[in-house]
């Protein structure tokens, strides 16, 4: 598709008919007073109370949206956008699309993406629940901070923002529910792209029934996509913490019962050490294989991990075998000492101390082997496919109906 036009405003649509028509025009015309060559895209995802031509007659273009869904409507616009850059907004007339201004401004200067901050620029009473204000918004937002280091991103889902079509186009965004906005920031800060924020408004939305938006199911959404996108710090970082205090301990209680001031911990405590242990492997693991997931698949750009470099299946597979090895080896001296008392009852706390790092090293060395298949597995690279070849009787019927017409 041609792109011969500077800004896009994208506007996803779903039976909007009550407030479409003063968005398209407040945006019409705020593009000719900046003197922008641009247009207003409607993504219709499937209206039946007359917006789409509600939203010709003001002066947009329509595009038919086929996938269901917030993330589903703007996929659409942006891959039918005209405009070098595109600002997506909503069709519920609660965000200022008449000063795009600092949004246009800020993508000239060459900034991949730029964020509204609605906290501030100004929310109007009434235009945002309490709920969302002052729990949902600021804690995703500090989430999305925390996990991603986005810094600069202070309301990570207002729905008013601009970024530059091609680099957002590169990341192949693919949520089609609400969560697509929590896709667009974090695929573009895991890319490495430039992001910015400008003050925005929002005030009530003029609309007579509810939004669309589902607090607790679409707040869910975007928490669940957070979590997932950062296995560094929702599995890998806890893995290493839990894997070395688990770790030590497993190690002294093998020794004997551990005082700690006035508690003393014993066999009960090794128990729940040596689990710790294998939990603690499985964590480890789990993140490797989702960072190898996100590297394979061109989510992230995670090179450089030192625990990616043990993901391999050579790697966990020699790990394995020494440590199932070694649970052989405890387990045969365990039977020994069994036998030496002619299999009869021996007293638990002569042999668990044996027993229990035994099968926690076989355990922890079998999932160390399958892990490694798993990780071959993500990492498995297939040859394009070429083209089936053409024949020379295709070539002749080809041009015989060539010849025919």
């Not at 922008?36 to 219709?44: A, F, I, K, Q």
């Amino acid at each position: 598709m041609n792109q011969n036009l500077e800004v896009t405003v994208l506007l996803p649509c779903l039976n909007e008919a009550e407030t479409l028509a003063v968005c398209v025009t407040k945006a019409v015309k705020c593009l000719e007073e900046l003197g922008v060559e641009g247009e207003v895209l409607v993504s219709d995802n499937g209206s039946t109370d007359g917006s789409q031509e509600i939203a010709v007659q003001c002066g947009a273009r329509v595009v038919n949206a086929p996938i269901r869904g917030y993330g589903g409507a703007l996929i659409a616009g942006i891959e039918n956008a005209r405009g070098k850059y595109v600002i997506m907004g909503d069709a519920d007339d609660s965000y200022d699309l008449g000063n795009l201004g600092p949004f246009i401004e800020k993508l000239r200067a060459g900034h991949d993406v730029v964020m509204g901050n609605r906290f501030r620029g100004g929310i109007a009473p009434g235009a945002m629940p309490a709920l969302h204000k002052y729990l949902g918004n600021p804690v995703l937002s500090w989430l999305g901070r925390k996990l991603f280091g986005l810094r600069d991103v202070g309301d990570f889902h207002c729905g008013l923002r601009g970024f530059n079509r091609d680099r957002i186009r590169e990341l192949d965004l693919c949520m089609p529910g609400m969560e697509f906005a929590s896709e667009l920031v974090v695929r573009a800060a895991l890319a490495g792209y430039d992001l910015v924020e400008v003050p925005t408004t929002l005030k009530p939305d003029g609309r007579s029934r509810p939004p669309h938006l589902r607090t607790w199911r679409d707040g869910w959404r975007h928490l669940r996509f957070l979590l997932v996108f950062a296995p560094g710090k929702t599995l890998v970082g806890p893995g290493v913490l839990l894997f070395l205090l688990s770790l030590v301990a497993t190690v002294a209680l093998t020794a004997g019962p551990v005082t700690i001031g006035s508690v003393r911990f014993d066999l009960a405590a090794l128990v729940y050490a040596s689990l710790a242990l294998l939990a603690s492997v499985q964590l480890l693991l789990f993140g490797g294989c989702a960072k190898l997931y996100g590297r394979a698949n061109g989510l992230t750009k995670d090179t450089g991990s030192r625990l990616l470099s043990l993901m391999r299946l050579e790697v966990l597979l020699g790990i394995g075998a020494v440590l199932l090895l070694g649970g052989l080896v405890g387990t045969g001296f365990a039977v020994s000492i069994w036998s030496s008392a002619d299999f009869a009852d021996l007293r638990p706390e002569e042999i668990i101390r044996v027993v229990m790092p035994s099968a926690t090293a076989m355990a922890v060395g079998i999932v160390c082997v399958f892990s490694g298949l798993l990780a071959s597995l993500l990492t498995l690279r297939t040859a394009p496919r070429k083209p089936p070849a053409v024949t020379e009787e295709e070539i002749l019927a080809e041009a015989a109906l060539e010849l025919g017409a």
